[in-house]
């Protein structure tokens, strides 16, 4: 399991993360670090890979698409090749689940 704040390794049996603290339980921990990112439908330049970064780590938009246009030029073709891994591994932010007719909703 990965710690779904810090994206560490838990020891089995942690109630909370020894890195960061973050509490584990099951609906917010994975057992593969890319589960909790995705890549978003909009805001994105190419496939949402500098954008999923942004979400998961906080990192500066701007500032990670110019890191990596930088690691793209500077370690050619290593930065467009990770970028593609990135793009295959990191999953697609859920479609928009449709809202339920009026007259279906329960009553409150
Ligand atoms: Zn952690």
Not at 9 to 23: E, R, T
Not at 53 to 58: K, L, N
Request: proline share 10%; hydrophobic share 45%.
């Amino acid at each position: 399991m990965f710690c779904h704040q810090c994206g560490k390794p838990l020891s089995v049996g942690a109630n909370f993360c020894s890195d960061c603290g973050a509490p584990t339980n099951s609906k917010v921990f994975s057992t593969h670090p890319f589960n909790t990112m995705f890549r978003p439908r909009s805001n994105r330049m190419i496939a949402g890979v500098c954008a999923a970064i942004h979400i998961r780590y906080g990192w500066d938009l701007t500032a990670t698409r110019i890191l990596a246009v930088l690691l793209g030029v500077l370690l050619f073709p290593v930065g467009e090749i990770a970028y593609v891994v990135a793009w295959l591994l990191i999953p697609e932010e859920a479609p928009l689940v449709p809202t339920p007719y009026p007259g279906t909703q329960q009553p409150r």
